[in-house]
């Protein structure tokens, strides 16, 4: 049975008897079942499970707090379409003191966002460690240490390149050795996430050295929207990322 079950001929579904036992009963409801499943839990597949879990959730996070940074920029927006000169001069002070509480609500959710998006990148290194280590259980082809995968991921600069090569090799290899063949929608994916997420750096570097001058305040909230959108899609297509390589490398009696 055990053996069966392995290479996947039955499930845990599958109606089973044995003397002392009443009637046919499911597999899963056995005390055989049980059993087999604690020996077999793997630690690396554990930690895994749970890198993952935690990744997840740290980007779902990002995602919400650069929706709420897109709602501030619209909302600053709408409320001084013309900027502060062009405000009555009564009305300037009241204005200013409005303006500047929407500016510090921006500021501290880009704060939030730079450090969600910090802890993200280094539970992406753990969470890369792992998914190597079940590659390699997968397919003897792939090679890459996880030793090696998490000190290129955390690496500054050499991750921005290192994150979507790794990644995408593990999602290859993790494929081929599950379904036997590439799909040609998940070639297009990957390779829509990786111009997702070198679109995202660029465009980030660009904000950053473009003068953040009062006189082209709307342009600049114009491009932080962009900016702010484009994350969301390459966090939401990084969920995805995440989601396949789990399934693909989960171990058939997990």
């Not at 290194?125 to 997968?138: D, H, Y």
């Not at 081929?176 to 070198?198: D, E, K, P, Q």
């Amino acid at each position: 049975l055990a053996e069966l079950l392995r290479d996947g001929e039955i499930s845990p579904s599958t109606l089973v008897w044995t003397q002392h036992m009443k009637e046919w009963t499911p597999l899963k409801n056995t005390a055989f079942y049980f059993k087999l499943k604690a020996k077999r839990i793997d630690p690396k597949f554990v930690k895994f499970k749970w890198r993952t879990y935690f990744l997840r959730s740290t980007i779902a996070a990002i995602i919400v707090v650069n929706l709420l940074r897109i709602h501030q920029y619209l909302l600053t927006m709408s409320e001084f379409p013309y900027g502060l000169d062009s405000q009555p001069e009564k009305q300037r002070l009241d204005m200013i003191l409005r303006y500047s509480e929407n500016v510090s609500i921006i500021s501290l959710l880009d704060t939030i966002v730079f450090g969600m998006t910090c802890a993200a990148i280094f539970l992406g290194a753990f969470w890369i460690a792992s998914a190597v280590r079940m590659t390699k259980k997968l397919t003897s082809q792939y090679t890459v240490s996880s030793k090696m995968a998490f000190f290129g991921c955390i690496f500054p600069v050499a991750n921005i390149v290192l994150i979507p090569v790794i990644t995408k090799q593990v999602y290859r290899f993790c494929e081929r050795a599950v379904r036997h063949i590439r799909n040609i929608g998940s070639r297009i994916f990957i390779r829509t996430w990786n111009f997702l997420w070198f679109a995202s750096w660029i465009a980030l570097v660009f904000y950053m050295a473009v003068p953040h001058a009062p006189e082209i305040a709307e342009q600049i909230y114009q491009f932080s929207i962009f900016n702010a959108a484009l994350q969301c899609l390459l966090m939401a297509s990084t969920l995805v990322v995440i989601s396949r390589v789990f399934k693909l490398a989960t171990p058939k009696t997990h």
